[in-house]
């Protein structure tokens, strides 16, 4: 007789977009004919850069020659295409870590290796999360079944390691035992970004307990200040504990078109592992359960790591952090405080009154006609902030923040 995985049951409120969804479609509902502006989702808006649009019909055109068409990918470059895997190490090269290219594994994106790799290690491993964070990362430990059950807002067998103002968003380490460690930076909601010395923390932590950190730096390309770490390798001892995930997504655009990558280091250890076997694991699992991403989305992403592809796409960066600057002043200028949207697309900010992040939600789509997140639905140290993402064409950030100024009441 076949069984559901009875872990779905665990996983308490419905995904926080779907919710937001409902409500917004409520409200159009009874209120026919008004529009609604949102700077809501971290969706990707502007056009890819033209030199990886040209990249891309290439890798078409390939597929329609007999001497340069290819299939599936070959097992023993993990399915990256040629120079792929060289243009990644190239750019960890210039962040001073080097990285060997049978390290770097090439994915569909980052959701998928988040999704994935907690399942390489043990069932009863203990997992840490930013609190608040990317909801992926508490939801896979869930369906994965390495938590207890729900308490409310938290979960069992989680280690939530809060993120407030009292330390500007960035977490110490953990006090008690955590095997895996997910840690976001910048960190989306909150935009803030960990500094070297608050990851040596980590590392150091990571190296003396035997952990293994997962680095999501899905959004490093939007840092800009020179002292702040874009990977975790920046960091001395990392190699040993931690592996890294990033994506074609927000920095290229890719969000529909899907690329991006892992790094799993052969020096990795773990209590019952030598070097070289998380790597192997990790290849094990990829050969069995992935066939590689597009060989013609690859073509794009080499050319998006090309000099030109990274000033191309530096411009549309420019453009999302240009939309963040204009959203900060308003909303300032409104009165209210706002964290983040300086080295990361999202601005982080706290309600009004003291006012529940759900009930502000309703207020602001209700009066402004904006659609915002609500903080809680990335954690319950969420709670009592909103987010406000800069993606979006800077027409409808310019008459999102008009509406705010006018209508919203405070
Ligand atoms: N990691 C973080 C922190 C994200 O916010 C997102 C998407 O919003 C992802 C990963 C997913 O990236 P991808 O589109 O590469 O799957």
Known sequence: MAKLNENFDKLTAGYLFPEISKRVKTFLE??????IIRLGIGNTTEPLAPVVIEALHNGVDKLSKVDTYTGYGDDSTIYAIKDFREALATYYNKLGAKIELDEIFISDGAKSDLGNIPSIF??????AVQDPTYPAYVDVAVISGKTGKSTGQQ????VYMPCGEENNFFPEPPTQKADLIFLCSPNNP??????????KKFVDYAKKNQAIIIFDAAYNWFISDPALPKSIYEIEGAKECAIEINSFSKFAGFTGVRLGW????????TQDSSPGKINSIWNRRQCTMFNGASNIVQEGGLVALSEKGLAEN?????????????IRKALEEKGFKVFGGTNAPYLWVKTPNGMKSWDFFDKMLSEAKVVITPGSGFGPSGE???RVSSF??????????ESIKKNLKL
């Open 30 to 35: 009874n209120n026919k004919g008004v529009s």
């Open 122 to 127: 043990s069932q009863d491993s203990i997992i």
């Open 155 to 158: 979960y069992e067998r989680i």
């Open 190 to 199: 909150t935009g803030a970004v960990a500094t070297k010395e608050q990851l």
């Open 262 to 269: 892992s790094i799993v280091p052969k020096t990795l250890v």
């Open 314 to 326: 530096q411009q549309i960066i420019d453009y999302y952090m240009n939309n963040a600057r204009t």
């Open 384 to 386: 009592g902030y909103f």
């Open 392 to 401: 979006g064409h800077k027409e409808n950030v310019a008459k999102a923040i």
